[in-house]
């Protein structure tokens, strides 16, 4: 292979709506449960939410023009569900999927491709409050009429569509670790939870497939792959037992239609295995050959160490930024995850591991052999502004190496599709307030005007997409 993608490659950037849009109370958009969560006392950094955020909602022309600038060719957002079912379900808010199509057309004319994610967390409120959004099998119908709105209203203008954003994250979070709405620990509900949100996908999938419309569904997993901490029997032990009840539990259960044997196994000696029913297997499994890619959110690799019955269990995250507050954490009696002295950590202590996306992609392929989207990858780091300038140099070496791993897979045999970073602008971090940035350009949020600062990382990007990553290929280019 040539040291340039290929001329199709989808170089793009992601976003989030509750994260980005702000005007959370505008054009009767209904409120959703992260709209509430914000509002209690120590859930989020320093109280931040997203009432405002980058006010993307109001100067998304602007957005796209720099957009347009930096050439990119494929941006990622996520339809906020209250905007287009303020209820969550029944009658349709015209002045939402307004706003979208007028996003979507202004993409189209600036020649970037717009890949839509139908869910990325901000689920109506109304439908936790009427049967517990997704612990109950009520949620797989309403999601599915809600996708049918999307298709409805713009298949033909959007080709790519990511059904679930981060599955495995919102319910880990929201069920397991008490972390996002709506803030429960159980390892049963979260396995209950999971299980629903994987047959709303394999639901979703089918009515786009049967329903004729033209383009590319999948989902995005937030895929974290895994090192044994060492040679010994235990850890190598424990790390099979981190594949069978995380990465493989999360990823074959959408992809391939089934549960892995041993990690149901266990669940089920443990008492919290999900109910599965044999019309949900049937469903699964369509869906699972049906789908035509799957997406990844790669932002680090775990290394994996025994955890003895009496061990860890999943804590707290860093959300300070503060280095060196890496805790371990596991499942008691099946992994711990620790500290790599290897690997370099960012000031959230996130791994920085460039040869572990590579290492995901190809054992991804060979599990399923389905093309793959990258729809996240990106660095949060302190960005500091100097005389209007961001010179975010670990954020172009954060990219660029992850870029080079891209190739790598590419040359092992991936199908990979694109890769969108994460983020354009700077926006909201759920649990982490504005503080921890992410973006090519730079939001001064302190001021009401929320201007718009390109970061030295913005240039290197525009590069690369000219270059069709070329520019990543040697040090002497940087
Ligand atoms: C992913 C989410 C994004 C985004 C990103 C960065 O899990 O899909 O919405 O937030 O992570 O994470 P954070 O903001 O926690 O640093």
Known sequence: MSDRFKENFLFGSAS???QVEGAYQED??????WDNWVKIDGKTFRGTNGEVAADHYHRFKEDVMLMKEMGLKAYRFSVSWTRILPDGKGGIEKKGLDFYEELIDELIRNDIEPVLTIYHWDLPQKLQD???GWESRQIIDDFA????VLFEAFSGKVKYWIINNEPNIFTQLGYLMELHPPGKKDMATYLKTYHHTALAHAKVVKIFKEGGYSGFIGSSIAYTPGYSASDSEEDKEALRRYYETVNWWIMDIYYKGEYPKWGFKEFTRRGIAPEVTEEDMVLLKEAASLADFI????????????NPVDGVSLGEFNVTGEKGNFKESGVPGLYRQVYNPNLEYTDWDWAIDPDGLRHALVEITERYHKPILISENGIGAFDEIEDEKIHDDYRIEYIR???RACHDAIEEGVDLWGYCTWSFTDLLSWLNGYQKR????FIDFEKNDLP???KDSFEFYKEVIRTRGQNCMNEENL
């Open 16 to 18: 989030a709506a509750y």
């Open 28 to 33: 009767g958009k209904g409120i959703s449960i």
């Open 130 to 132: 009427e049967y517990e």
């Open 145 to 148: 009429a809600y996708a049918k």
């Open 295 to 306: 997406g990844i959110n790669y932002y680090q690799s775990a290394t994996l160490a025994n």
């Open 401 to 403: 190496s992850h870029i």
């Open 438 to 441: 992410y973006g090519f350009v």
């Open 452 to 454: 718009r600062i390109k």
